[in-house]
């Protein structure tokens, strides 16, 4: 029976990089709920009109892990309408949600996660909390590395706030020029910020994307955090360790 000491030792790093949705807090469902709701309403109502010839079937939970999970929300929205042969103009990031363009529905999509966060709030995963309370009692440097420009309202409403020496997140990202996962720029500037460098890091990641971004930067180890991708998704993508939750990352935890 494997422990989290067995899986992994901590003391052989020097920070740990956490994506936060789906990893931290279960605000990926939220996520998936808002980017659903968009999609489908614009599939049904806009699209027939803009792009008749397109598939216009429904989205569904694939098209999330396939197109949009770990990534910058437009770069989002961009690649699912090309996988269903739609072209919308890019349009600006301050259109409204009504425009139809690409900024446009992520901000429609934006404003649905955000009505959703501020009605039902949020909580962390338990186990999420509990290695969190174990690197900190290592003394650990910890980093938020979220696409969504949401992050720090995010760590607002789970009281975690306090436990990361830096997030950075898509609104960082953009006023950096860092290009969003899976490239591994946004891991490699907190590894950074935290004093360490990439193989001394541990990136934490449920999506694909992210995963990618980990094995391309050269971090020390990317644990992925199975929410649904796939065990097997996940290694492919460059998980060195795979896990359905990060309490079996706590050493006297068994998996």
Avoid: C
């Avoid at 949705?21 to 999609?39: I, K, L, Q, S």
């Avoid at 489908?40 to 806009?46: C, I, K, P």
């Avoid at 939970?61 to 961009?78: E, N, Q, T």
């Avoid at 097997?232 to 060195?240: F, I, P, T």
């Amino acid at each position: 029976m494997q422990t989290g000491a067995d899986l992994v030792d901590w003391t052989a790093y020097r920070a740990a990089l956490f994506d936060l949705d789906g990893v931290v807090t279960p605000t990926a469902e939220v996520h998936m709920r808002a980017w659903a709701e968009m999609f489908n309403a614009f599939l049904t109502h806009d699209a027939p009109v803009l792009a008749p010839t397109a598939d216009l079937t429904p989205y569904t939970d694939a098209d999330y892990f396939a197109h949009v999970d770990g990534k910058p929300r437009y770069d989002g929205v961009r690649d699912f309408l090309a996988s269903r042969g739609i072209v919308l103009p890019e349009g600006s990031s301050d259109d409204p949600a009504e425009e139809t363009t690409v900024r446009g529905l992520g901000n429609r999509k934006n404003e649905a996660f955000n009505a959703v966060l501020e009605r039902d709030g949020v909580t962390a995963f338990p186990g999420s909390v509990l290695l969190l309370d174990h690197l900190r009692s290592l003394g650990m440097p910890l980093a938020v590395v979220s696409s969504s420009a949401n992050a720090p309202a995010v760590l607002r409403a789970a009281g975690l706030a306090d436990r990361f020496a830096t997030v950075v997140d898509g609104r960082v990202a953009g006023e950096l020029g860092l290009p969003g996962k899976p490239a591994p720029d946004t891991f490699t500037h907190a590894a950074q910020a935290l004093g360490a460098s990439a193989p001394e890091s541990v990136v934490l990641e449920d999506a694909v994307s992210g995963v990618r971004a980990g094995a391309a930067g050269g971090f020390g180890l990317v644990i992925g955090v199975d929410r649904g991708a796939g065990v097997e998704v996940l290694r492919e993508a460059g998980a060195g360790v795979v896990v359905a939750d990060l309490a079996e990352l706590v050493p006297g935890r068994s998996s």
